[in-house]
């Protein structure tokens, strides 16, 4: 006789700072309790993770770069779009702030500086929501450093932290990946709050998931958005502090330009 299996694992592609925090390792197996799924996480950034849906390797994804997510749902390669927790955007640095980014009126303005004194700034340099983010700023500030002073790692959130830190540079990090980290690296917030960091996450579904993975994706999408899964990610805290927030009850949610009625300057 063979052997009886069960279903096959329903593939999540996530962006690396969701991964990086522990907010899905912490949530995920009470869903797999309740739900008798199997969940398998791929952690990529947010434009591998829309690669992944688009070709249907994965049945959702959670991704935080709304440009990237508008384009997504205009080709119509994803469907059932929904926010469903924010936080913020950080620049974080050196404790000596040699760019003098504290006293910046918003975040272009730290990017300015950034840009035009002899500090080392970190990027992901990858297809990531925070590279994406990182490419607005640059944009708003008018100007880049120049390359001997703009390292790109090709790495997740938890890995260019650690350079950032051991060259004693800048880089943007998203809230929760930082205060995972903070612990263990040389570096201080020294930018925060403003409408410009602001940091949104989405869940949706690929549009070749059918059958049962398309039920069991809209199964986990509608715990993550209405089910238990918004408690837990409320409750969840990262270096005791709490990370994220919940989409709040009655914000537009179902479009990448939807913004939470109330924005407070971070996610504490």
């Known amino acids: 006789m063979g052997c009886r299996t069960g279903p096959p694992p329903l593939r999540v592609a996530t962006t690396t700072s969701v991964e990086n925090s522990g907010l899905l390792t912490a949530i995920l197996p009470a869903f797999e309790r309740e739900s008798g799924l199997t969940v398998e996480v791929l952690p990529v950034g947010s434009?591998?993770?829309?690669?992944?849906?688009?070709?249907?390797?994965?049945?959702?994804?959670?991704?935080?770069?709304?440009?990237?997510?508008?384009?997504?749902?205009?080709?119509?390669?994803?469907?059932?779009?929904?926010?469903?927790?924010?936080?913020?955007?950080?620049?974080?640095?050196?404790?000596?702030?040699?760019?003098?980014?504290?006293?910046?009126?918003?975040?272009?303005?730290?990017?300015?500086?950034?840009?035009?004194?002899?500090?080392?700034?970190?990027?992901?340099?990858?297809?990531?929501g925070t590279y994406s983010r990182e490419q607005e700023l640059w944009t708003a500030a008018?100007?880049?450093?120049?390359?001997?002073?703009?390292?790109?790692?090709?790495?997740?959130?938890?890995?260019?932290?650690?350079?950032?830190?051991?060259?004693?540079?800048?880089t943007l990090t998203d809230r929760a990946t930082f205060e995972q980290f903070r612990s263990r690296l040389r570096l201080a917030v020294i930018h925060e709050g403003g409408p410009e960091l602001l940091n949104t996450y989405s869940v949706f579904l690929s549009v070749r998931a059918s059958g049962a993975p398309r039920d069991a994706g809209m199964r986990l999408a509608d715990w993550l958005t209405d089910g238990n899964g918004r408690m837990l990610i409320d409750g969840f805290v990262s270096n005791n502090q709490p990370v994220f927030r919940i989409w709040p009850a009655g914000s537009p949610a179902t479009q990448p330009s939807d913004l939470p009625i109330v924005q407070p300057a971070h996610a504490r």
């Open 47 to 128: 434009g591998q993770a829309l690669n992944l849906i688009r070709r249907g390797d994965a049945s959702v994804g959670i991704t935080h770069d709304p440009p990237a997510e508008a384009a997504a749902l205009k080709s119509g390669d994803i469907a059932a779009y929904r926010k469903f927790m924010f936080n913020d955007f950080l620049i974080v640095g050196p404790a000596s702030d040699p760019a003098g980014i504290r006293g910046a009126t918003d975040a272009g303005n730290a990017f300015h500086r950034i840009a035009t004194e002899q500090a080392v700034f970190v990027s992901r340099g990858d297809a990531s």
């Open 142 to 170: 008018g100007q880049k450093p120049p390359a001997t002073r703009l390292l790109e790692t090709g790495q997740g959130m938890g890995a260019t932290l650690r350079v950032a830190s051991e060259r004693d540079a800048y």
